[in-house]
Each structure stands twice: as structure tokens, then as C-alpha cells.
Nanobody
Framework: QVRLMESGGGSVQVGGSLRLSCAAS????????MGWFRQAPGKGREGVAS???????SYADSVKGRFTISKDNAKRTLYLEMTNLKPEDTAIYYC??????????????????????WGQGTQVIVSS
């Protein structure tokens, strides 16, 4: 069992920045995908950014050029650097992990969310 704990959410103004962190309770499979998903009020879950077993990354079109995903394997921590935040970025952000050799794009856009691990989420609010 792997526990994921997100942190770093908060309230910012339009154009501001936040850095989310996701700490894993233990080292996981050597081959795995990790990523960030979000869910805004009244909307479905959306993939935001992901990184796969060989370090390849994928991003939702809506965040390309503004968000950066990175991972520190020694610290068992995933990060999401968010800049130029917009009101539409307001959501609960979840960290997820799935063991296996899956492409980052598949993990971000096609993974059903099953057979993996999820954090509890951290709230991001962007106000104008």
C-alpha cells in the first residue's frame, strides 16, 4: 500500500503561482506513472500533468506553458509548479500513481483511475 499526501494548495490571485507537492509513503515500483489530476466544482476529473517510467511528461492543453511537473525520486516526491494561474484553474488537485510501464499520455488522458493510488487532494483557488 502506498499513501500519497498532497500539499501546497491555497488561494492566489490571477497571475499568481503555487507549487504543489505529493509525497509518497514509501518507494514504489521502479516502473510507474505519477501525475496530477483536478476536479472543479460541478465538473468531472481532468488530467493536468503526468510523468511516466522513463521521465516523459504530458500536459493538458489548458496548462501547457504554465505548469511544470517534476519528480524527486530520492525524496519520493512529485511536484507541480503552477504559474500564471487563471480562475479556471480553481479545483481540488489530486496526485496519483500507477505501477507499470504506461505512457504518460495514456496515464493522463485514458487511465480510468483504477488499480492505482490516490491522494486526498489539495484545494487551489484562483480569484480575480
Amino acid at each position: 500500500q502506498v499513501r500519497l499526501m498532497e500539499s501546497g494548495g491555497g488561494s492566489v490571485q490571477v497571475g499568481g503561482s503555487l507549487r504543489l507537492s505529493c509525497a509518497a509513503s514509501r518507494h514504489t515500483h521502479s516502473d510507474h506513472c505519477m501525475g496530477w489530476f483536478r476536479q472543479a466544482p460541478g465538473k468531472g476529473r481532468e488530467g493536468v500533468a503526468s510523468v511516466d517510467y522513463d521521465g516523459s511528461t504530458s500536459y493538458a492543453d489548458s496548462v501547457k506553458g504554465r505548469f511544470t511537473i517534476s519528480k524527486d525520486n530520492a525524496k519520493r516526491t512529485l511536484y507541480l509548479e503552477m504559474t500564471n494561474l487563471k480562475p479556471e484553474d480553481t479545483a481540488i488537485y489530486y496526485c496519483a500513481l500507477k505501477g507499470g510501464r504506461y505512457a504518460s499520455s495514456w496515464f493522463l488522458h485514458l487511465w480510468t483511475g483504477r488499480d492505482g493510488y490516490w491522494g486526498q487532494g489539495t484545494q487551489v483557488i484562483v480569484s480575480s
